[in-house]
């Protein structure tokens, strides 16, 4: 799985069917030639075909936008729409780790875990309810119900999750003749782990806008080249130097990008 998102998410954030191919063929160069390094070049061929798909699917080959049709889109043309992109990956990403959490909790009947896991049931019901209402939202400016109701749904499983991750420290820290706990302190502690769980849910999928922003901000780079490129054009021998600065200008832009996606495989 793990494997699968970084190809997605390594072409949508560099895709580019010119530079696509040319990790892909120092890839293959690598896994050929340096056998101490194979790993490397098997890592820059799965890059390399990630970002030649999502290059045609952005209709861009070494910056250039006229030479192939955009099959999806083009970033720098529909910003929006990349950012929804990102989002509704990281929302999908995330659903799938909720359901394969509850799975594996249901097939261990770990009851605890299943209920009250931060990414058990009750945890689930409310990331889902949440991302339904924040889609319904995006789609049309409204929750399509009243804000108390909306809010109703969204708080009735954290307020289980609450109440029962309450009801289990104070039956588990008061049994076998211990010492029953400060019934205060036992509150406040679920609350706190309550609004920790909400926060991390929220900032998770926030972070998968980073998918879109890495995208805009290389294709922002390759317009800086191309603007660049035109400004020399103008000089002695400007047909030379502009081609250098395009050639140079995408040859550090293909350098950079493999080291780019390793944040993205931490969060994972």
């Known amino acids: ?75 720098m043309h529909d910003v929006p729409r990349l950012l929804r992109a990102g989002a509704s990956f990281g929302l999908l990403f995330l659903s799938l780790s909720f359901a394969l959490s509850i799975l594996n909790a249901s097939l261990r009947r770990d009851w605890a875990v299943l209920f009250l896991g931060s990414h058990g049931l009750l945890a689930a019901l409310a990331y889902w309810i949440a991302a339904a209402l924040g889609l319904r939202w995006l789609a049309t400016g409204a929750f399509g119900m009243e804000a108390g109701l909306a809010a109703a749904l969204l708080g009735a499983p954290l307020a289980c999750w609450w109440l029962l991750r309450v009801v289990r420290e104070m039956r588990q820290n008061g049994g076998d003749g211990e010492q029953q706990p400060d019934p205060a302190s036992v509150i406040l502690g679920a609350a706190v782990e309550l609004i920790d769980m909400v926060v991390r849910g929220v900032a998770n999928t926030v972070s998968f806008v ?58 994972l």
């Not at 696509?20 to 390399?48: H, K, N, Q, S, T």
């Not at 998918?211 to 780079?221: C, E, I, K, N, R």
């Not at 054009?233 to 832009?253: D, E, K, Q, Y």
């Open 1 to 75: 799985i793990v494997a699968v998102a970084f190809w997605f998410m390594f072409g949508l954030m560099f895709g580019d069917v010119g530079q696509g191919l040319v990790l892909a063929g120092a890839g293959w160069w690598i896994f050929r030639r340096a056998p101490r390094y194979r790993d490397y070049g098997v890592i820059l061929m799965e890059c390399g075909i990630a970002a030649t798909a999502f290059g045609f699917a952005y209709g861009s080959v070494f910056g250039i936008e006229d030479l192939v049709p955009a099959l999806w889109f083009q970033p």
């Open 210 to 267: 980073r998918l879109a922003a890495f995208a805009v901000s290389h294709a922002g780079l390759l317009l800086a080249v191309f603007a660049l490129a035109e400004m020399v054009s103008a000089s002695h021998f400007g047909t030379l130097w502009s081609g250098l600065v395009i050639v140079a200008g995408n040859l550090v832009i293909i350098a950079a990008r493999p080291g780019v996606p390793v944040a993205r495989v931490s969060l």
